[in-house]
């Protein structure tokens, strides 16, 4: 497995570890602001209605220019500010409105992140090692979610998108360590 691919799957790591606190909790904390159920999944149809028009409009974008590196730091940057705007959230529409940053942040930086893992595959391991990263996010997902749930059992949402940010940044560091090998690969 070439270096860049280790690199890619340790700084993802902590993004994944970031987002998936939240996951098992989302519905939990949607219900705290607004009680109404329908707006669960109406923010969530939001959210990926959103995606798919952002990587729709991402796409004239990235097939002109090679920022692979770039749009995957800002997709980091726009999740984790959307993660702080959880803190500040007091209404439904509030919610709303972070799910359209997160939108934004997640069509920047998955695709990003699969093109630069794609240009790094070795040609003879491509299943191997695609199979590499679903077996280490599945790790990753599992231990997440269960340590999100006690962080907010034990300190509240609050800490839990405090911590979310700062998985974010330091994936968002690691991207930038590592730019100069991502830039030019893209």
């Not at 997640?106 to 590499?132: C, R, V």
Request: glycine share 8%; charged share 10%; proline share 2%.
């Amino acid at each position: 497995m070439k270096l860049e691919i280790k690199q890619l799957l340790f700084l993802n790591s902590f993004f994944a570890f970031g987002i998936n606190l939240f996951a098992p909790l989302y519905a939990i904390y949607v219900q705290h602001i607004d009680s109404s159920i329908i707006h669960v999944g109406a923010i969530w149809t939001v959210y990926i209605f959103s995606v798919g028009i952002f990587a729709l409009l991402f796409t004239k974008v990235k097939n002109r220019s090679s920022y692979s590196g770039l749009f995957l730091i800002l997709g980091f940057l726009f999740r984790a500010i959307g993660w702080l705007g959880y803190i500040f959230a007091t209404s439904i529409w509030h919610l709303y409105l972070i799910q359209l940053l997160l939108a934004a942040g997640e069509a920047f930086g998955t695709p990003a992140y699969n093109h630069l893992y794609s240009s790094f595959l070795d040609k003879m391991q491509h299943g191997s090692e695609w199979n590499i990263s679903t077996s280490i996010n599945s790790f990753i997902v599992g231990t997440a979610s269960f340590v999100g749930v006690v962080i907010v059992d034990k300190f509240g949402f609050p800490a839990l998108f405090g911590c979310m940010i700062v998985l974010s940044f330091v994936s968002t560091l690691l991207a930038l360590r590592y730019k100069k090998i991502f830039w030019q690969s893209s």
